[in-house]
């Protein structure tokens, strides 16, 4: 059996004592209020008190984001609470033996006393109400105020912010653990800031606390000097006030390090970059700048009566640094340029090439999907500077694979001269199918319907959607946010277009090779049901013709073990793709209505007039493949139809036409083009165990 010394050494072993110093600092933090301290622990905790405002303050300076460093209010209070011990703690000594002479109350504050005011405390009151009113009036109001504002727009910007966390995770962009972590990084943000906000008040209230402090020092020492130990008045004044000023000055020194702390954590802007090297690349990196200067300090310099040898040495100084960041920035710039020797080489292998006869070599087939781009955008695709949209490229293919079920060719990008030097275009098999505009360095503020303001900047449109938005400055984003506005970076504008116009056209990117390599990947899992199939029962272009034209309608072919086993059910018997279409849109019902009505929602949905079924059928009957629909309500129906679809839209509803399913084929394709967004399902698509409500009749009343 362990011994109970045993036992209770392993039970401190056990302990965490770095989760043990936070409840012990506070417990000797509060001790210090009720219990007498002797002179030589005060200087100890005087100095721990230094030493820990200026680590709180060089902690401040290297952070590179403010989060960074989000324990910081809790410390702000916990460093409040230590100066205010301090002062409970040395005043008990200075009043009870502060007639012993200026060494009463420890060394630290003797010092404080003496060396720094000279002993003269009409010279330490002065200095010492002085730094009240630097840290109180200048540095925490202003850090406070700081603190207020940024804690107003983080609340405000934070639905921005989730909205642009959401459209980069629908995109592609990110995955489902970065976007957890871009929104715990919003919150956090909302937090800090209002954490700050409230925390300035602790300096604010510890700057009047060393007031009344003061006072009742002063007082309370004359009072037990004379009264007690029967000193003389004016010797008590002197003993009593410089003790009093030598404790003022030793815990306000620490507080204005503080506050200095707290102003650099709240007026930080941007990231990348810590405080120091942020200042030293935007103050002392633009040569102009600097000579500017050392010219108006020399032609001081020469005005007599001044200073001249000061004011002769730096502006020396400052033509010195102008002329070494010249020269770094010329040295960074020379391997960019091209040597003549390389433009000779350049320009005689051109002339070699230009002599070869012409060959097959300089056939080159058509890119399936390209991107062209202006030359400002080349950094967003150069590997070499680390370009950020190849990376978002890359995501767009990963997610189309998750999402439609095969994988789309690579995007070939190229840069095109003819181009805009901002401007790019996506080409389908050589034919444009979209282009736009990005500004590197800038961001793309879209308006969702709902902003609470206006904010400068170039007005255009999203290129994908559509959308009014606003290309605007880095220092405005924020404002952008807080407005309500969806602030996206140059790339995500590029990459957001690219991945609508993808899924715009997944029908026309499935091409026969496309369809051997999905073949061959299923094959992997069922190679059984692949042999059977193709080439055997159903030739490879009529399974690709069957992929197409549910791709075509939005349908996803991610359930290909679905899809497989039916074609190979009803091809022996049924040889057409659009008949093999339908059994398969049959089978795939349940996944069709569910992308539509998650969960298990009721489906409000628009239908036809009964009169206006028969009509239909009546033309389809008459006509077969080649079926024509009368001019008249060939015009009505789609207006009608766009008409009902809006009025789903309003209500927040998808745009479903339930039809039976020998019209399902023939108006979907004659709706869709003018009503893109429209879905026609069939009867016998649904779902037994669906509610269906019809919230519009067209060609009728509701």
């Known amino acids: 059996m362990a011994s109970p010394a045993l036992s209770m050494q392993q039970i401190f072993e056990r302990m965490n004592m770095r989760q043990m110093s936070g409840p012990v600092l506070i417990i000797i933090i509060l001790s210090m209020m009720v219990l007498p301290l002797p002179p030589f622990v005060l200087d100890l905790f005087f100095t721990f008190n230094i030493a820990i405002s200026i680590i709180v303050m060089l902690v401040a300076m290297y952070t590179i984001r403010p989060l960074e460093f989000s324990v910081f209010p809790s410390i702000l209070l916990v460093t409040t609470l230590l100066r205010l011990s301090l002062n409970v703690a040395s005043t008990r000594v200075v009043l009870i033996n502060g007639h012993t002479g200026p060494d009463a109350a420890g ?16 010279v330490g009151i002065i200095v010492f109400l002085i730094l009240i009113i630097i840290n109180f009036v200048v540095i925490t109001k202003g850090a406070g105020r700081v603190a207020e504002v940024s804690a107003r727009f983080a609340l405000d910007a934070m639905p921005g912010k989730q909205m642009a966390i959401d459209a980069d995770l629908n995109a592609g962009l990110i995955g489902e653990d970065e976007a957890r972590k871009r929104r715990a990084t919003v ?7 209002g954490s700050m906000d409230g925390a300035s008040k ?9 007031l009344i402090i003061m006072a009742v020092n002063i007082i309370g020492g004359l009072v037990v000097g004379v009264l007690q130990h029967d000193m003389d008045v004016a010797a008590a004044v002197k003993v009593y006030t410089l003790l009093t000023v030598g404790d003022g000055l030793v815990a306000q020194i620490p507080a204005l390090i503080i506050s200095i702390a707290a102003g650099m954590v709240v007026t930080r802007v941007g990231d990348g970059e810590n405080l120091s090297d942020r200042i030293i690349n935007q103050l002392f990196t633009r040569p102009r700048v600097l000579y500017l200067t050392a010219v ?32 770094k920035e010329k040295k960074a710039l020379s391997p960019v340029q091209v040597s003549a020797t390389e433009q000779q080489q350049q320009q005689q292998a051109q002339r070699q090439h230009e002599l070869q006869e012409a060959s097959w070599a300089d056939v080159a087939p058509l890119d399936l999907l390209a991107l062209e781009v202006g030359y400002r955008l080349i950094p967003l695709v150069d590997k070499a500077q680390d370009g950020d949209l190849l990376r978002r490229i890359r995501g767009i293919r990963k997610k189309f694979a998750q999402e439609i079920g095969y994988l789309v060719s690579p995007v ?19 034919v444009e199918i979209g282009q736009g505009e990005a500004f590197p360095g800038m961001f793309l503020a879209i308006n969702p319907g709902r902003v609470a303001g206006t904010i400068p900047g170039n007005v255009t449109q999203d290129p994908a959607f559509g959308l009014p938005a606003i290309w605007i400055e880095a220092q405005v984003r924020d404002q952008a946010q807080a407005f309500g506005y969806t602030v996206v970076d140059a790339s995500t504008v590029v990459a957001t277009h690219l991945n609508h116009l993808t899924l715009s056209h997944a029908a026309e990117l499935l091409g026969r090779q496309e369809t051997q390599m999905l073949l061959d990947h299923i094959g992997r899992e069922m190679p059984k049901l692949v042999e059977d199939l193709v080439p055997k029962t159903l030739s490879l272009g009529t399974l690709q013709k069957v992929l197409q034209n549910l791709l075509e309608e939005g349908v996803h072919i991610r359930d290909m073990r679905t899809i497989l086993e039916i074609l190979a059910d009803h091809a022996p018997r049924m040889p057409d793709p659009e008949a093999l279409t339908t059994q398969v849109r049959i089978a795939l019902g349940r996944s069709i209505v569910q992308e539509l009505y998650p969960g298990n929602a009721e489906m409000q ?14 033309a389809l009957a008459g006509g077969g493949e080649n079926a ?12 009608e139809t766009a008409n009902a679809a809006q009025r789903q839209e309003e209500l927040g509803l998808p745009a479903v036409l339930l039809v039976p399913a020998g019209l399902r084929t023939l108006l979907s394709r004659f709706l869709r083009r003018g009503i893109p967004q429209l879905k026609v399902l069939a009867h016998s698509e649904v779902p037994d165990n669906k509610i269906i409500k019809v919230t519009s009749i067209i060609g009728g009343r509701a």
């Open 187 to 193: 919150a956090q943000e909302s937090e800090f800031f």
């Open 107 to 122: 060394k630290v504050i003797e010092a404080f006393g003496h060396f720094l005011v000279g002993g003269n405390f009409a």
């Open 412 to 430: 070939h990008i190229r840069d095109n001269l003819e181009l805009k030097p901002n401007a790019y275009r996506i080409l389908l098999k050589g």
């Open 605 to 618: 949905v628009m239908s036809l007039d009964p009169q206006l079924e028969r009509i239909l059928h009546q």
């Open 296 to 327: 108006i300090l020399g032609v001081l310099g020469l005005i007599p009566g001044m200073p001249n040898f000061v004011f002769l040495l730096l502006s020396a100084a400052l033509v010195g640094l102008a002329w070494q960041t010249e020269k």
């Open 202 to 210: 602790f300096v604010r209230g510890d700057a009047i606390a060393g």
């Open 628 to 639: 024509s629909i009368e001019p008249g309500l060939a015009d009505a129906l789609p207006r």
